[in-house]
RNA sequence: CGGGGCGUGGCGCAGUUGGCUAGCGUACUUGCAUGGGGUGCAAGGGGUCGGAAGUUCGAGUCUUCUCGCCCCGACCA
């Protein structure tokens, strides 16, 4: 491993790439676009799905298991399914293997072929909405809200480690509804959790809006999403909630008898996000150190690190250390006590640093002596020196400084690259020059979003919700606009 | 699929017009010193040079075929 990290005004793209695996995040596998996810990558996910899949909990949702597969004929029930997801599709075809009859190896047994062939989930409202239909009959059966954590695949061109994989790790929840509105709520509803979570936990702050009508997903009527803004001022979509309408209850005949005893279409709402959250994460708070973890997701939160010349000091420094860290436990902080005494006390703080493990306490003689802690944040590198009273207090007391302190740069800096624009010159600075969001009048059609994309390469991120209206010209074509909308180079 | 690049100890690389025992950094092992920001010195282990065929007295180096990977573009959470 080498010591030095590409800088970030360097080369972002290489300084992302080399993060990920410095810190031990994960790696590219044997299977081409497809990673591995190390412990410590995944440790991170498991917080994410801890805190997720407690507020789906919370507001009322219940975890099932949907198949992996998903029999061809289902996805051509959609019409726009079909369209938005055809290209990227794993196909199994075949059920068998044989062994060559040159010798060596096996092959595929031709005369094992599937009679329908079966897709690998790219995503499972297929398959869900096939099976709702023998769940419900009357509005006594509604609303069914379930969530399901799942691989997914969608065979990329191009991927990177945790922003685009063939297969990724997400949630995606299905609900069922009786009525238009309450599928609706529903769907924002969820929204409001993506956007909860990213800026309580994650510490990235987001915009929730709708998505255009080339951005939208595969079959929905419309797809609410969370944007956030990188450090290079790109955007990413972090997380989206589609309202389906009644699109798949009419694609797999799923109807109700209402209470007026009339039979109807049920509503429907999907959601979700996926380890590319992993991928936001990094690239909003990290720097040239190294990762930079919001400590509400970190896996460790405080590492303790000794230092020392004999053993009879390591032995004294880990006694006290070991009390420090049970105080730390009893208020819920996560420790880990590094006394390994195969690596020098530098080696381990550029070590923690790399992996963004929010505080380091050091502990040597001196302290020992004086009965004190030398503290240091990953957020901003400083260090000081405590009094070992009272220190757990103070570490928690930091910890949430610190998660405040990250959120705030991460906000300050998302507010100051969203560039109100409203000339194609100025437009294409920001796209081209600057970065980050450029919020300009648009006419609203689709041909003008493409035009822009094919120019700039800049696309819709999102209508803001609640945006204002204000009368406007738009920023390409000069044909009246009645709003503001988000555009930026994306993810 | 189009354009570019690369395959040599675990990782990162050098190896000139073919030539002698395939080398460097790092990591690893051992010893001694060191220990408050990636420690120093010394010794040591580790290689079918991506694979196959060919040219040659001789191939990491030349030829042909082949496999794989990375980067850029079209597609995308």
Same mark, same amino acid.
């Given at each position: 491993?080498?010591?030095?990290?590409?800088?970030?005004?360097?080369?972002?793209?290489?300084?992302?790439?080399?993060?990920?695996?410095?810190?031990?995040?994960?790696?590219?596998?044997?299977?081409?676009?497809?990673?591995?996810?190390?412990?410590?990558?995944?440790?991170?996910?498991?917080?994410?799905?801890?805190?997720?899949?407690?507020?789906?909990?919370?507001?009322?949702?219940?975890?099932?298991?949907?198949?992996?597969?998903?029999?061809?004929?289902?996805?051509?029930?959609?019409?726009?399914?079909?369209?938005?997801?055809?290209?990227?599709?794993?196909?199994?075809?075949?059920?068998?293997?044989?062994?060559?009859?040159?010798?060596?190896?096996?092959?595929?047994?031709? %005369?094992?072929?599937?009679?329908?062939?079966?897709?690998?989930?790219?995503?499972?409202?297929?398959?869900?909405?096939?099976?709702?239909?023998?769940?419900?009959?009357?509005?006594?059966?509604?609303?069914?809200?379930?969530?399901?954590?799942?691989?997914?695949?969608?065979?990329?061109?191009?991927?990177?480690?945790?922003?685009?994989?063939?297969?990724?790790?997400?949630?995606?929840?299905?609900?069922?509804?009786? %009525?238009?509105?309450?599928?609706?709520?529903?769907?924002?509803?969820?929204?409001?959790?993506?956007? %909860?979570?990213?800026?309580?936990?994650?510490?990235?702050?987001?915009?929730?809006?709708?998505?255009?009508?080339?951005?939208?997903?595969?079959?929905?009527?419309?797809?609410?999403?969370?944007?956030?803004?990188?450090?290079?001022?790109?955007?990413?979509?972090?997380?989206?909630?589609?309202?389906?309408?009644?699109?798949?209850?009419?694609?797999?005949?799923?109807?109700?008898?209402?209470?007026?005893?009339?039979?109807?279409?049920?509503?429907?709402?999907?959601?979700?996000?996926? %380890?590319?959250?992993?991928?936001?994460?990094?690239?909003?708070?990290?720097?040239?150190?190294?990762?930079?973890?919001?400590?509400?997701? $970190?896996?460790?939160?405080?590492?303790?690190?000794?230092?020392?010349?004999?053993?009879?000091?390591?032995?004294?420094?880990?006694?006290?250390?070991?009390?420090?860290?049970?105080?730390?436990?009893?208020?819920?902080?996560?420790?880990?006590?590094?006394?390994?005494?195969?690596?020098?006390?530098?080696?381990?703080?550029?070590?923690?640093?790399?992996?963004?493990?929010?505080?380091?306490? $050091?502990?040597?003689?001196?302290?020992?002596?004086?009965?004190?802690?030398?503290?240091?944040?990953?957020?901003?590198?400083?260090?000081?020196?405590?009094?070992?009273?009272?220190?757990?207090?103070?570490?928690?007391?930091?910890?949430?400084?610190?998660?405040?302190?990250?959120?705030?740069?991460?906000?300050?800096?998302?507010?100051?690259?969203?560039?109100?624009?409203?000339?194609?010159?100025?437009?294409?600075?920001?796209?081209?020059?600057?970065?980050?969001?450029?919020?300009?009048?648009?006419?609203?059609?689709?041909?003008?979003?493409?035009?822009?994309?094919?120019?700039?390469?800049?696309?819709?991120?999102?209508?803001?919700?609640?945006?204002?209206?204000?009368?406007?010209?738009?920023?390409?074509?000069?044909?009246?606009?009645?709003?503001?909308?988000?555009?930026?180079?994306?993810?």
């Amino acid at each position: 491993m080498a010591k030095e990290l590409t800088r970030r005004d360097e080369n972002y793209s290489q300084w992302y790439n080399e993060l990920v695996l410095k810190a031990d995040l994960a790696e590219n596998s044997a299977v081409r676009g497809c990673m591995v996810i190390k412990p410590y990558g995944y440790a991170i996910w498991e917080k994410i799905q801890g805190e997720l899949d407690r507020m789906f909990k919370e507001t009322g949702h219940v975890n099932a298991y949907f198949p992996l597969f998903i029999p061809k004929s289902f996805f051509s029930r959609e019409a726009e399914h079909v369209e938005g997801f055809a290209k990227e599709c794993a196909v199994v075809t075949h059920y068998r293997l044989r062994t060559d009859d040159k010798g060596k190896g096996v092959v595929v047994d031709e %005369t094992a072929k599937l009679e329908e062939e079966l897709i690998v989930r790219p995503t499972s409202e297929t398959i869900i909405w096939n099976t709702y239909k023998g769940w419900i009959q009357s509005y006594r059966d509604l609303p069914i809200l379930v969530n399901q954590w799942a691989n997914v695949v969608r065979w990329e061109m191009r991927t990177r480690l945790f922003l685009r994989t063939t297969e990724f790790l997400w949630q995606e929840g299905h609900t069922a509804h009786a %009525t238009r509105d309450e599928a609706l709520e529903e769907t924002v509803k969820m929204l409001d959790v993506y956007a %909860t979570f990213a800026e309580q936990f994650l510490a990235l702050p987001v915009i929730k809006g709708v998505k255009t009508e080339s951005e939208r997903f595969a079959g929905a009527i419309d797809t609410y999403a969370i944007e956030t803004l990188m450090q290079d001022g790109k955007a990413l979509q972090g997380g989206t909630s589609h309202f389906l309408g009644q699109n798949f209850a009419k694609a797999f005949d799923v109807k109700f008898l209402n209470r007026e005893g009339k039979l109807d279409y049920v509503w429907a709402t999907s959601w979700g996000v996926s %380890t590319r959250l992993i991928g936001a994460l990094i690239m909003g708070h990290s720097d040239d150190n190294g990762l930079v973890l919001p400590p509400r997701l $970190a896996p460790i939160q405080v590492v303790i690190v000794p230092i020392h010349k004999t053993d009879e000091q390591l032995a004294a420094i880990t006694e006290k250390a070991n009390e420090i860290k049970k105080s730390l436990e009893a208020l819920g902080i996560s420790v880990k006590y590094d006394g390994r005494d195969t690596h020098k006390p530098g080696w381990k703080f550029a070590e923690y640093e790399l992996k963004g493990i929010p505080v380091r306490l $050091a502990i040597g003689p001196r302290d020992l002596e004086n009965n004190t802690v030398e503290i240091a944040r990953r957020d901003t590198l400083t260090k000081q020196v405590l009094p070992v009273e009272g220190i757990a207090q103070a570490v928690k007391q930091l910890l949430s400084d610190i998660q405040d302190n990250i959120y705030r740069k991460a906000l300050e800096f998302r507010d100051s690259n969203i560039h109100r624009v409203d000339t194609w010159e100025a437009f294409r600075e920001v796209i081209e020059v600057k970065g980050g969001f450029a919020y300009a009048h648009w006419d609203g059609t689709p041909e003008t979003e493409a035009r822009i994309k094919e120019e700039t390469k800049a696309t819709i991120r999102c209508i803001p919700l609640n945006n204002p209206a204000e009368e406007g010209k738009c920023v390409l074509t000069g044909n009246p606009s009645k709003q503001r909308v988000l555009f930026a180079m994306a993810y």
